[in-house]
């Protein structure tokens, strides 16, 4: 794909909204705090609060959204470390390839017992759950762990970060 191809084009969604673009070229090298500043500043100011990271293979993409997930996470445990927050009142990181999503989503939809906003919300939490037993070993989550998950996504709590989008199939 073209990286000057447009928003609809490359997802294959309608947006119908207004498209933002802050540009970097070359590496960022000496400045990169000052990029990164001006990259969260940029996505503060979207309405929709939706971004798409377009970029030739091996610009940084990918890196982008694991250091995102890390400064939310990383926000998120120092909110509940300083009690300033709950646990319903964080942010949770999902970084996820779309290709994975896609493969959960197939199976929501196979047992047609849902919406599609519904069987997107099953998925991602599914995906949450599976991570985080393997992270722990296999072990039991305590009760109620899904069900908090799905809470963060119908609150919109859960910040999404989809990668490899043009891998998706």
Do not use: M
């Amino acid at each position: 794909r073209n990286v000057g191809d447009s928003l609809e084009s490359i997802t294959g969604l309608q947006t119908g909204g207004r498209v933002t673009a802050t540009r970097f070229e070359g590496r960022i090298g000496d400045n990169f705090d000052e990029a990164i500043d001006q990259l969260a500043q940029s996505f503060a100011n979207l309405p929709t609060r939706r971004l798409v990271v377009l970029g030739e293979p091996g610009s940084g993409k990918s890196w982008l959204l694991r250091y995102d997930a890390w400064r939310i996470a990383s926000t998120s445990a120092e909110s509940l470390a300083e009690r300033k927050a709950s646990l319903d009142q964080i942010r949770l990181p999902v970084r996820v390839h779309l290709a994975e999503l896609l493969q959960y989503l197939q199976q929501q939809l196979e047992g047609a017992r849902s919406s599609r906003a519904e069987a997107v919300r099953d998925a991602l939490a599914d995906i949450v759950v599976e991570r985080t037993q393997t992270a722990l070993g296999g072990r039991d989550l305590v009760a109620g762990f899904r069900d908090w998950v799905v809470g963060l996504l119908e609150s919109h709590r859960c910040v999404v970060l989809l990668d490899a989008l043009d891998d998706g199939g």
